[in-house]
Nanobody
């Protein structure tokens, strides 16, 4: 059974930092592109960052470039999201997703972790 388990969320003041983790099990982690999405109250889920399976190349939505860093540890089957200089508008539930083939729907999602940034 495949599981993606996010952790590391919490309450932080604006300007602070958090590091999210997503631990994967039940799949060949190194073969999956991994991504972070977020969903704020009343809004649709939006893409935040992605890291490719083989090249390790990364991509970010414009609003987090220079502040967030995605990374992965294939030996630990874990993907991370380092979030610095947090803003109130970063408040959302953050989800990690696993995608085997680009352009197709995500194969697996985690349950999410809440990030709240106070002003």
């Amino acid at each position: 059974q495949v599981q993606l388990v996010e952790s590391g969320g919490g309450l932080v003041q604006a300007g602070g930092s958090l590091r999210l983790s997503c631990a994967a099990s039940g799949l060949t982690f190194s073969r999956y592109h991994m991504a972070w999405y977020r969903q704020a109250p009343g809004k649709e889920r939006e893409f935040v960052a992605r890291i490719f399976s083989s090249s390790g190349k990364t991509g970010y939505t414009d609003s987090v470039k220079g502040r967030f860093t995605i990374s992965r540890d294939n030996a630990e089957n874990t993907v991370y999201l380092q979030m610095n200089s947090l803003k109130p508008e970063d408040t959302a539930i953050y989800y990690c997703g696993a995608q085997q083939r680009l352009g197709e729907r995500y194969d697996y999602w985690g349950q999410g972790t809440q990030v709240t940034v106070s002003s």
